[in-house]
């Protein structure tokens, strides 16, 4: 009897897929390096989380956490086979606009959770250019930060609470849902960025804040000299006023349309685009 066998016998045909298919979907990231693990488990729900780890440690089988799969370096391939432990239709989500707090399972995606936020008038800042299928959970595992970081920060700026299993299949809370949680050690902030090798996350409490007003994006251009940026880009500087992001384009030169749909040139130019 195989591993995969055994796996059925505990938690049942359903949740577990050999498909062909399947496997390959779950055999790789963004990278598309592939390996085939033995087999893709669909959890119902936390007590089956336990079950599968508990198994794959007595048995010694390789478990990979997985989300979208929208990883960039492999940390989502199963490189060792084994159990893929696919979280991508955990996606209940629960806003508490008073705290500005948000329960989250690990499957919902970035751009959902900050739809949700911004119905109540609040915004989850981390925005990886994946946001919109990358999950909670894999975005946790990577720590990902995003365009508006310079801003914002990175995920790991937004997490008030984890919760999830150990491999050995034990379940374990960091942290809580509630804003001042200082004593003992910061095991949260050890798995976020751990990329599931610390444990599998199967729950987060995390920060929400005002969403801004209104966005601008404004063009500056200056003329191509050593000094310009340090000099001109000062009313910009973080301390003054801090963007979302910044882009530099060096266009030299640099055409732009008038009002009147004519193209003017500025010759030896730069550009600065601000967004806040
Ligand atoms: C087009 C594109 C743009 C991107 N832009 C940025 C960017 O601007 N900034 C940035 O930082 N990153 C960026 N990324 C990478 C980003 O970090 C990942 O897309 C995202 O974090 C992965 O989320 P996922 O749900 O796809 O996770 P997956 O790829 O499925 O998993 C990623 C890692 O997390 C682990 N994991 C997944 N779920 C869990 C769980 N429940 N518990 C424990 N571990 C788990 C996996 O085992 C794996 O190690 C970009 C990626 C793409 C493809």
Known sequence: MTSTDKLRQVIG????SVAEDVLFRSSMDNLRLSRLPDAVVFPRDEEMVGQVLRLANELSVPVTARGAGSATTGATTPWHGGWVLDFSQWQQLHIDPVSQMAYVQPGVT????????????????????SAKYATIGGTLACNAGGLRGAKYGVTRDYVYALEGFLPTGEFVRW????????SGYNMRDLWIGSEGTLGVITGAVLKLIPAPESRQTFF????LTKSVPCVQLKPFSPSACCPAHWNFSIVSPLYVLNACGNAVCFPDMQVVRFCW
């Not at 045909?13 to 577990?16: G, P």
């Not at 500056?220 to 003329?223: A, G, K, Q």
């Open 220 to 223: 500056v251009r200056f003329l």
């Open 110 to 129: 970035v751009q959902a959770l900050d739809q949700a936020a911004l119905k109540h008038g609040l915004t989850y800042p981390p925005d990886p250019g």
């Open 13 to 16: 045909e359903a949740s577990v």
């Open 175 to 182: 942290g809580a849902g509630v804003k001042k949680y200082v």
